[in-house]
């Protein structure tokens, strides 16, 4: 199946641990994201990159870190994590450039810091 | 200004009825996408359906079709016949010209009464 997976789908954690999110879209697209998405459901953009460019580095703690090693795969990685990070964190992708390309999302990873 | 506007954070529809989602979008760049994403309770975020700025027709997709008037800057997504599973978390959505940023609405949560 085509598609943007992204693993794990869920992940409960203690603060302080340190915990990555892989992601991994098989669409051929060149442009890829971390959102974040709050208790209100409100989506922020985190990152993006284009072919292993970061193109996007929204105001987000250095806590976070995101890699992509190629254009299909981007992951994120989060230090010493704390209560506030707990959220819906959405993987997505989509073709660079062009208006007409929608974002298509990963079924997300349900973060709980406790 | 925000640039994607949705003023109702709730809606409620009879089934088997027509239900209609607002959403207006502030651009100056001629060149845009505008895109709707059902999010039902699971989570997952499924693009529904795309408008172009230069399409000269409205969106259709199935049961979906979008209400586009370019003078207003207004896409409101038109769901035909509502169903049980109709039941979810809309968002709206805009892309501009050549950029990566896609600028997302607060999203409406739509229930499906039956």
């Known amino acids: 199946d085509t598609a943007v997976s992204q693993t794990p789908k869920y992940l409960v954690t203690q603060m302080g641990n340190d915990k990555s999110i892989k992601c991994e879209q098989n669409?051929?697209?060149?442009?890829m994201y971390w959102y974040k998405q709050d208790s209100k459901k409100f989506l922020k953009i985190m990152f993006s990159?284009?072919?292993?460019?970061?193109?996007i580095n929204e105001t987000v703690p250095n806590r976070f870190s995101p890699k992509s090693p190629d254009k299909a795969h981007l992951n994120l990685h989060i230090n010493s994590l704390e209560l506030g990070d707990s959220a819906v964190y959405f993987c997505a992708s989509t073709r660079r450039g062009s208006y007409n390309s929608p974002l298509h999302f990963g079924n997300g990873t349900r973060l709980t810091v406790t | 200004a925000q640039k994607i506007t949705q003023t109702q954070p709730g809606m409620f529809v009879q089934e088997k009825e027509a239900v209609t989602l607002d959403c207006t979008y502030d651009?100056?760049?001629?060149?845009?996408?505008l895109f709707w994403y059902k999010q039902p309770s699971s989570g997952e975020m499924i693009f529904l359906i795309y408008?172009?700025?230069?399409?000269?027709q409205n969106a259709t997709e199935g049961r979906y079709s979008l209400n586009f008037q370019k003078a207003r800057k207004s896409a409101n997504l038109v769901i035909s016949a509502s169903q049980l599973g109709d039941s979810a978390m809309y968002f709206c959505?805009?892309?501009?010209?050549?950029?990566?940023?896609?600028?997302f609405g607060t999203g409406t949560s739509l229930t499906v009464i039956p």
């Open positions: 669409l051929g697209h060149d442009t």
């Open positions: 408008q172009g700025s230069y399409d000269q």
């Open positions: 959505a805009m892309r501009e010209g050549a950029g990566n940023q896609f600028y």
């Open positions: 651009t100056s760049d001629p060149s845009y996408g």
């Open positions: 990159y284009n072919n292993k460019e970061l193109i």
